[in-house]
């Protein structure tokens, strides 16, 4: 019988160790790059290095990724199970993070979890409530890594621009951010709401009323995640194509030369034109016209003109 695929990856990667390929401290390809190699769903890739976590052959090195366990006597050292005491908060919350960098937010299971730590999933109970609970610490705890300057900069212009590159800052880090920091169903995250009271704490003093300083905060928000989402969105198209955004665009540049020589786009022919043929598109550069252009139509309103 035909083994399944997750086994087959378990087996192939055992190979590479066994003859030499990946040696200790070697990484492993991620889920995404297996997911790609092998055809497979991620949750078939991510299921694979579950196994390996859990017969001790790899481990998850934080900010490095996976690697492959130190070997005694030529073989695999299992990584050593967390006792009770071991286990504890911040370390699922770290783990989680890793996940959901390295695959996604869709790829965070609890299960996933807690083969990474190398304990039984029931045990993460003992410290998170379940995966919306374990979503929002991780909110928290990617959020702490980018704080608000204190004392804040002069002036309200310097201020909310500094608030809308801390969070890019954050989403750039962590896309899967933009999945779960919704605009119409905002988390009661104590560290989210500490970016609506810095931004209240600008209006202070500025001829805006209360619904006009909560429509500036939404807008300056709304901009930064929904620009940030493309981030995750493009992250999810390449494990689900193979394809990055350039292999993407040049499959396609025979419709799009037949759509510049229809003669029905001339505008839009004649900057692609003017630009040398093509339009690379940076996200950086497009979040810093954007601020600027927003803050611009702002101030305005800020300073009462």
Not at 294 to 300: I, P, T, V
């Amino acid at each position: 019988m035909t083994a399944p695929p997750y086994a087959r990856i378990v087996e192939d990667i055992r190979r590479r160790i066994a003859d030499g390929r990946l040696r200790p401290g070697d990484r492993v390809p991620s889920t995404r790059q297996l997911a790609r190699d092998w055809e497979v769903a991620l949750a078939t890739a991510a299921k694979a290095l579950t196994v390996l976590a859990q017969d001790g052959v790899v481990v998850a090195e934080p900010r490095v990724g996976t690697i492959v366990a130190e070997t005694r006597g030529g073989r695999a050292r299992r990584a050593p199970v967390p006792s009770g005491d071991d286990l504890t908060r911040d370390r699922i919350v770290a783990a989680a993070v890793e996940i959901a960098d390295a695959d996604g937010l869709a790829e965070l299971t609890m299960r996933g979890v807690a083969g990474r730590l190398g304990v039984a999933t029931m045990s993460l109970y003992r410290h998170v409530g379940g995966k919306d609970d374990l979503v929002m610490l991780m909110i928290d705890h990617v959020i702490r890594e980018f704080p608000l300057p204190d004392p804040p900069p002069d002036g309200w212009r310097a201020r909310l621009e500094t608030a809308a590159r801390v969070q890019w800052a954050g989403y750039r880090t962590h896309p899967w951010m933009a999945r779960v920091t919704s605009l119409t169903r905002p988390l009661p995250s104590a560290s989210l709401i500490a970016h609506t009271e810095w931004v209240m704490r600008t209006l202070e003093g500025s001829p805006l009323d209360p619904m006009s300083k909560m429509h500036v905060h939404t807008l300056l928000f709304s901009f930064v995640q929904g620009l940030a989402a493309n981030i995750e969105m493009e992250q999810r198209a390449q494990a689900a194509t193979g394809l990055t955004a350039d292999e993407w665009m040049s499959s396609r540049e025979g419709e799009l030369q037949a759509l510049a020589q229809s003669g029905r786009l001339t505008a839009f022919t004649g900057v692609i034109e003017e630009l040398g043929g093509e339009f690379d598109l940076d996200l950086d550069r497009l979040f810093a016209f954007g601020l600027d252009a927003l803050l611009d139509g702002l101030a305005g309103l800020v300073e009462g003109r």
